[in-house]
């Protein structure tokens, strides 16, 4: 008997883990992905990380149907330690809506049988989800101290569960100390992951700038976009610029990478000098390979399209020296405004994406406006 107890706190705690590893390896590749391809709605970057958590807590019901007694407890320990560490895990509410409707609805199917069982999970949850905001003024009395409420409502739903559901004494202690346990390595081992990518974004730069250019990246873009878009419905005018550098492949293939690079490093320093002469709450960011977009704010379409036409003109008459060696190059623009039609900040973006291929296709070095090339 003694092995199945301590068996089933090995087994919470192996999966609690499993779990948390699984989760940051989607929440990774999904912002890689969300990088690569552009994307800038949060709610397709969030959508990933929360089918995962209920297509788990949907796997953990239906093994627990055929489940023998000492499995069924267990798999319910599993679904309430990622029950209370999904409520810290939530980028938002209606994530956290979705998560916690479908958890109180399986554990209406097992163990709630009580209706006051529902609204003292929802009101536990909702104290848990509550720490992003009251978790920083705890933090002054150590770290430690903000795991002190889940683990208590996981000590407490045992507690419970042994009074009212029937669980043997047995079963509630051990599973009671199965959730501590799960709950801190669950912590811990999430909290080094995040961690040891906040030290690889560091030493790769990726943090807010571009190592190369030193300017913004496609990160810091897509954060600063989200902010100003949001801003944008409440009246203020917004202008945004995709940029590419022409014909970039061919210098890289021609002249060498080095080249290519001080190209990219001349454009960076430059553009972001002049846009910044205008307003410093104007941004220039690279967001991949020759690509570079630009963010202003409180501005209309004629101040844009002057901008614009400017960093052509300096881009077309900037000398990009190396090795002895000097080039010309040029750029193609599209600049589009944010309207009350578009539905999110990733609309505006392909839109001013797609009149920038316009420009290239039309024979590059041109300037697209709001889908009208620019008379030269």
Not at 22 to 37: E, F, G, H, L
Request: net charge positive.
């Amino acid at each position: 008997m003694l092995i199945n107890y301590l068996g089933s706190i090995f087994l919470v705690v192996i999966a609690a883990i499993g779990f948390i590893t699984v989760y940051t390896q989607i929440d990774y590749s999904t912002k890689q992905k969300a990088r690569t391809n552009h994307t800038l709605s949060q709610a397709r970057l969030d959508l990933p990380q929360t089918i995962f958590v209920c297509l788990v807590l949907l796997l953990l019901r239906y093994l627990d149907s055929g489940a023998q007694v000492y499995l069924h407890w267990v798999l319910i320990n599993i679904r309430v330690i990622i029950l209370v560490y999904a409520n810290l895990l939530a980028p938002s509410l209606v994530d956290f809506i979705i998560v916690q409707i479908l958890g109180v609805s399986l554990f209406y199917q097992t163990i709630m049988h009580h209706w006051w069982f529902a609204p003292l999970y929802i009101i536990s949850c909702l104290i848990v989800y509550g720490a992003r905001w009251y978790g920083p003024k705890l933090a002054k009395f150590g770290s430690a101290v903000i795991v002190v409420p889940p683990i208590i409502i996981g000590e407490l739903f045992w507690l419970v569960t042994t009074l009212f559901v029937n669980a043997p004494v047995a079963i509630g202690i051990t599973h009671a100390i199965a959730f501590f346990w799960a709950y801190l390595a669950l912590r811990n081992f999430d909290q080094y992951q995040r961690k040891d990518q906040q030290v690889i974004a560091r030493l790769t730069q990726e943090v807010q700038y571009d190592a190369l250019t030193q300017v913004r990246n496609w990160q810091t873009f897509q954060n600063d976009f989200n902010a100003r878009y949001a801003e944008r419905k409440r009246g203020n005018q917004l202008a945004l610029v995709a940029m590419d550098l022409d014909h970039f492949k061919d210098i890289n293939d021609t002249r060498g990478h080095l080249m290519g690079n001080q190209a990219l490093m001349m454009v960076g320093t430059q553009i972001k000098a002049h846009i910044h002469g205008y307003s410093e709450d104007y941004r220039f960011y690279r967001t991949g390979g020759e690509e570079f977009a630009m963010i202003l704010p409180h501005t209309d379409l004629a101040r844009a399209t002057e901008i614009v036409t400017e960093c052509e003109d300096m881009i077309r008459q900037m000398p990009v020296r190396f090795g002895g060696v000097e080039i010309s190059i040029t750029a193609s623009f599209g600049l589009t405004m944010v309207r009350d039609s578009d539905s999110n900040p990733t609309t505006v973006f392909k839109r001013a994406d797609h009149y920038l291929y316009m420009s290239k296709r039309g024979g590059r070095n041109q300037i697209t406006v709001e889908g009208e090339k620019l008379a030269r």
